[in-house]
């Protein structure tokens, strides 16, 4: 069975988890299904930060969150024996977060929406350092529920704030606008400053 | 690296990595103000122990300066600001910094994403403004104009409007100084404005077609737009503006050079909306372009204006035969057109909706040319004709003659018109004539003639001579009998007329003059004005005697007693003292609104008395050039008549 097809059946088990056993249907993990349909253990994938620590993930949950490493698999270029996928861009504290990332959503998929958004805030608790690097690496990554969460929390930084308040915050130190147009501003919008 | 050395301690205690967390190293906007880290690849470094009492805390220790967002690339700030809903906070992030005005200037209405969240309190967290209409119905308005002209004001307003009831009208005037508008500016507003309903653009040379294509996906609601010398706008740009706007009621081009035929055509072909056009020096433009816009059968222009053009008689026989629709034209300077071009124009009977045509410097508006005109336009009420010099007295005449509804005459410079003419035309004119006006025509002398008895012209209203130095007495006279229901006289600039033409004028008159300006009818005296109040006094409201230096005290006795219908009065330059002044503000009943005394010398400050009696009606008062009124009685009137502008 190819990955993709691998992957489709795994989506679709996940979204159901249901085994029909004994003609009842049971709720199953669905990394259990999987095994009992291919009888082959879920393989793992090296990633290699840019410190060249390695570190062993699923590949499926990998897969299932990031864009990239997902075309990777499917073009094949990546040979499960031998090689890592190296991410000279994300430093192995922020490598180890973001599989964090992955790894929990994938199993805990199945928990109800405040719990996982109460992981979330917890998760995101890092400095302002920390924020960027995690942007930085979904971004590379591509891996889109982490990034709709970053930047709705860096929005949230932004909202209701005044600008010199949000120029502290995000450490804006030159604001390029030319004297006369600083001047306008303040004069428009007094209440925002 | 830090497992070689052998270190024991927790690894951030010794932070390395590198600092550049995306994947282009070599983007300049990256390069982080630090001191040392200046490496691409920033290796772990080696750090002496530092024994207690110091507590170890990570942060101190952190080799990084906190980065700031401008760490990020523009998409990830590009994501961050498009999920900001239209509202304060936008308008707040548009102040924070440039590059965060020019990313939310890019955005535009379809990128935003409003987060719903799935917090139960979502629906008062919208009340607060949060999700107001981007955009919205386009209230306002902005000019900007010189130095303010530039790209990040137009992104400023851009932003700062959609929030604010959305932006209607723009109007952009461009300058030579180095910060100009570009293709960037009118970016952010296709993206921000979506109720953009009119933009005007004069004499930006930076900003071309990729600028109005912009503007022509973004501003689909756009009705009317203007562009003055934008010499890098061509076809292309114009052609996208009138295929993706479909409410495009008025376009106005001048100075152009590259907007040229391929676009009339396209207008011709798209435009169903489109009612008036003003074309102007745009050499490109040629007899195709015309022809096209003309002869489209789902385009209905109604007011034309084609001036400093290189079209030829062709353009007009096109006008003449499809401009079925067309109800105000204007023609200027056509140098290629000839008299057989009117001729045609008038012959294509197609012009019958025309009520008001006006022509300018054209050598070929001939006495044929004319008559043609006359015949074929059964409805035309106004005429206005300028410097045409080839028309003489015998074309005006067969002119009104043809014409069966004209209300309206105005002669600007027609040299060769003279006396005959006019009379001719108020003898010929049928019962409908209401107006005629005079402007510079040189070609009058006042000679004595003897007419033949005809009806007079009851219709005629109003009539204005200005700057006509052969006019005296003797035509007005005969004017004043054939015009015997006159309200509105002006003679303006008349050397020739004295107390005597002005006095049979008054006479012949059974209406009452209700406006007579008579400025700068030097030779007009004392007696002249007491007529007329004497005469009309009980029909005046307007009474202009600017520049009649022979006009005194008198006038304004008799102006006070006879006019309890005046409201606005005009004796600047006259020889008024305080006198006269004061009995002004003795008259019973007076209702003046306006007062004019500039460049009166005489008036003094013990006039102030009778000007604040009069001032309880006053609303302008114009005492500019009276040297002897001092400065402490004009704050004093400025503070006591506050109802009243005055200038001084």
Redesign the interface.
């Known amino acids: 069975m190819t990955q993709l097809d691998r992957l489709s059946v795994y989506h679709w088990l996940n979204a159901w988890c249901i085994k029909p056993v004994g003609g009842a249907l049971v709720r199953q993990e669905p990394e259990y299904i999987l095994l009992a349909l291919m009888g082959s253990p879920l393989k793992k994938i090296m990633l290699c930060s840019s410190e060249k620590e390695i570190f062993s993930v699923e590949e499926q949950v990998m897969v299932q969150h990031s864009v990239i490493i997902n075309n990777m698999i499917e073009d094949g270029s990546y040979n499960h024996e031998e090689s890592k996928i190296p991410l000279d861009c994300v430093d192995s504290k922020t490598l180890k977060k973001v599989i964090d990332y992955c790894t929990h959503h994938t199993h805990h998929h199945n928990d109800n929406q405040e719990d996982l958004e109460a992981w979330d805030a917890q998760f995101l608790n890092v400095d302002s350092n920390g924020l960027y690097d995690l942007l930085m690496a979904a971004n590379y990554l591509e891996i889109r529920n982490l990034l709709d969460l970053i930047y709705g929390t860096i929005k949230n930084m932004i909202k209701g704030k005044k600008i010199d308040e949000i120029r502290r915050i995000f450490n804006i130190k030159d604001h390029g606008f030319t004297p006369e147009e600083e001047e306008q501003n303040r004069k428009e919008y007094p209440h925002f400053y | 690296?830090s497992k070689v050395f052998g270190f024991s301690g927790v690894?951030?205690f010794c932070?390395?990595?590198?600092i550049?967390?995306?994947?282009n190293p070599k983007e300049a906007s990256l390069f982080l103000?630090l001191g040392p880290q200046v490496d691409v690849?920033f290796p772990p470094r080696k750090r002496s122990r530092i024994s207690a009492p110091f507590v170890f805390n990570g942060?101190w220790l952190?080799q990084?300066q906190?980065?700031?967002?401008?760490?990020?690339?523009d998409?990830?700030l590009f994501?961050?600001l498009r999920?900001?809903p239209a509202g304060?906070?936008r308008?707040?992030?548009a102040?924070?910094?440039?590059?965060w005005l020019m990313c939310l200037s890019n955005i535009c209405k379809s990128e935003i994403c409003c987060?719903k969240s799935?917090a139960p309190q979502s629906s008062l967290s919208v009340k607060e403004g949060d999700d107001e209409e981007f955009g919205g119905e386009g209230y306002l308005s902005r000019s900007l104009e010189g130095k303010k002209a530039t790209d990040?004001?137009l992104a400023?307003i851009a932003v700062?409007t959609a929030s604010r009831g959305g932006l209607g009208k723009l109007s952009i005037r461009g300058s030579n100084s180095d910060r100009v508008v570009t293709n960037l500016g009118l970016k952010a507003v296709g993206h921000g404005c979506p109720s953009l309903k009119s933009l005007s653009l004069w004499n930006i040379a930076t900003i071309d077609d990729e600028g109005l294509i912009e503007i022509a996906n973004g501003c689909q609601q756009l009705e009317k737009l203007d562009l003055c010398k934008c010499p890098a706008i061509t076809d292309k740009g114009l052609i996208a503006v009138v295929r993706k706007c479909p409410n495009l009621t008025e376009l106005s081009l001048e100075s152009c050079p590259n907007i040229g035929n391929e676009c009339l055509s396209a207008i011709g072909k798209s435009c169903s909306n489109l009612k008036s056009i003003a074309i102007k020096d745009c050499s490109s433009v040629g007899d195709q372009g015309i022809a096209c816009l003309f002869s489209s059968t789902n385009l209905l222009l109604s007011k034309v204006k084609l001036q400093a053009l290189t079209i030829s008689d062709l353009s007009l026989a096109v006008i003449g035969h499809y401009g079925k629709a067309v109800t105000d034209l204007v023609l200027n300077s056509l140098p290629n057109v000839s008299e057989r071009g009117f001729w045609v124009m008038g012959n294509g009977n197609g012009l019958q909706k025309l009520k008001s045509l006006t022509v300018g410097p054209c050598l070929g508006l001939t006495d044929v040319g004319l008559e043609a005109v006359g015949k074929g336009c059964p409805n035309l009420k106004a005429i206005h004709l300028r410097k045409s010099t080839l028309l003489s007295d015998n074309g005006l005449v067969s002119f009104v003659k043809a014409t069966s509804s004209l209300e309206s005459l105005q002669l600007e410079e027609c040299h060769r018109i003279s006396q005959l003419g006019f009379l001719g035309v108020l003898f010929n004119c049928g019962a409908i004539l209401k107006a005629i006006s005079l402007t510079s025509c040189f070609g009058f002398k006042d000679l004595n003639m003897v007419l033949p008895p005809s009806s007079p012209c009851e219709s005629l209203r109003s009539l204005s001579i200005i700057n006509c130095p052969g006019f005296g007495n003797a035509t007005l006279s005969v004017l004043g009998k054939q015009c015997p229901q006159l309200q509105h006289v002006e003679l303006s600039g008349l050397n020739g007329v004295r107390d005597a033409g002005l006095l049979s004028l008054l006479e012949s008159n059974e209406g009452g003059l209700v406006k007579v300006n008579l400025s700068d009818c030097v030779n007009l005296t004392d007696k002249a004005v007491s007529s007329l109040v004497n005469l009309h006094g009980w029909t005046l409201e307007v009474l202009n005697l600017d520049g009649c230096k022979n006009v005194s005290d008198a006038s304004m006795v008799a102006i006070a007693k006879n006019c309890p219908l005046l409201c606005d009065l005009d004796v600047s330059k006259c020889t008024i003292t305080d006198t006269g002044i004061a009995a002004l503000a003795e008259a019973k009943q007076f209702n003046l609104q306006i007062l004019s005394l500039s460049g009166c010398s005489l008036v003094s400050d013990r006039s102030l008395p009778s000007l604040k009696k009069l001032g309880s009606t006053l609303l302008g008062l114009n005492i500019q050039h009276c040297n002897s009124i001092s400065s402490s009685t004009v704050d004093m009137l400025v503070e006591q008549l506050w109802r009243c502008d005055i200038l001084s």
């Open positions: 690296m690894d951030n932070p390395g990595g590198s550049y967390a995306c994947g103000p690849y942060e952190e990084k906190k980065t700031s967002i401008e760490s990020l690339p998409e990830c994501e961050i999920r900001l304060q906070d308008s707040a992030c102040c924070v910094s440039k590059r987060n799935a990040i004001r400023a700062g």
